[in-house]
T-cell receptor, first 111, second 113 residues
C-alpha cells in the first residue's frame, strides 16, 4: 500500500514567519510531487509541483525534494493570515499516474 | 467563468437510496476524475476517464458507477447508499491526464442518514 504521510498539525506560526510543511512517501519509484492548498470548505488548488531533487521557488513558496530520503517539503516565507489553510502533499502513485494524497497539514498564521 | 462545476453542492439522503452527482468542465480537457474526501480530510481518487474511456478504477464498491456521456461530463451514480458514503466528492479535470495540473470542482457534500 503506497502511502503519503504528513503531520496533521495544526501548525501555528506568527505572521511574517516561515512555515515549514513536511511530507514523506513510501514509493521509492515516485517521480512527481505536488502541493495543494485547500481552504476550509473549498476545493484543493495546486500551488507547487516538483520533479527533481533540490529546491523549486515560486514567489513566497519553495518546494524541496529529496528522493533518497523520500521526503518533500514546502516552505512559505513571510507567512500571511491568508495562507491559513490545509496543505495537501500529493505523490504520483500508480501505473496510470494517479495521485496519492496525504491527509494534509493544517496551517494557521496568527496576525 | 466556471471551469469545473458540480451539482448538487449538497445532497442529503436516506440509506438505501440511489443518487447521482453531475460534473461538467468547460476547459476543453480530455481527462476527468472523481475523488472522495472523508471526514478526516483524506482525499482519495476513485475514477479517472480520458476522453470518455475509463482509465483508473480504484478499489471502489461497485455501487459506484461513473458515466461519461462526452469528454466534458463525468457523472457519478451511487446505488444503495450507506452511512460510510457520507463525504465530500470532488470532480477534477486535467488537459491530458497525469502529470497535467488537475483543476478541482467545488465539491458535493453527501450526507447519508
Amino acid at each position: 500500500q503506497k502511502e503519503v504521510e504528513q503531520n496533521s498539525g495544526p501548525l501555528s506560526v506568527p505572521e511574517g514567519a516561515i512555515a515549514s510543511l513536511n511530507c514523506t512517501y513510501s514509493d521509492r519509484g515516485s517521480q512527481s510531487f505536488f502541493w495543494y492548498r485547500q481552504y476550509s470548505g473549498k476545493s484543493p488548488e495546486l500551488i507547487m509541483s516538483i520533479y527533481s531533487n533540490g529546491d523549486k521557488e515560486d514567489g513566497r513558496f519553495t518546494a524541496q525534494l529529496n528522493k533518497a530520503s523520500q521526503y518533500v517539503s514546502l516552505l512559505i516565507r513571510d507567512s500571511q493570515p491568508s495562507d491559513s489553510a490545509t496543505y495537501l502533499c500529493a505523490v504520483e502513485g500508480g501505473s496510470q499516474g494517479n495521485l496519492i494524497f496525504g491527509k494534509g497539514t493544517k496551517l494557521s498564521v496568527k496576525p | 467563468d466556471t471551469a469545473v462545476s458540480q451539482t448538487p453542492k449538497y445532497l442529503v439522503t436516506q440509506m438505501g437510496n440511489d443518487k447521482s452527482i453531475k460534473c461538467e468542465q468547460n476547459l476543453g480537457h480530455d481527462t476527468m476524475y472523481w475523488y472522495k474526501q472523508d471526514s478526516k480530510k483524506f482525499l482519495k481518487i476513485m475514477f479517472s476517464y480520458n476522453n470518455k474511456e475509463l482509465i483508473i478504477n480504484e478499489t471502489v464498491p461497485n455501487r459506484f458507477s461513473p458515466k461519461s456521456p462526452d469528454k466534458a461530463h463525468l457523472n457519478l451514480h451511487i446505488n444503495s447508499l450507506e452511512l460510510g458514503d457520507s463525504a465530500v466528492y470532488f470532480c477534477a479535470s486535467s488537459l491530458q491526464g497525469f502529470p497535467d495540473t488537475q483543476y478541482f470542482g467545488p465539491g458535493t457534500r453527501l450526507t447519508v442518514l
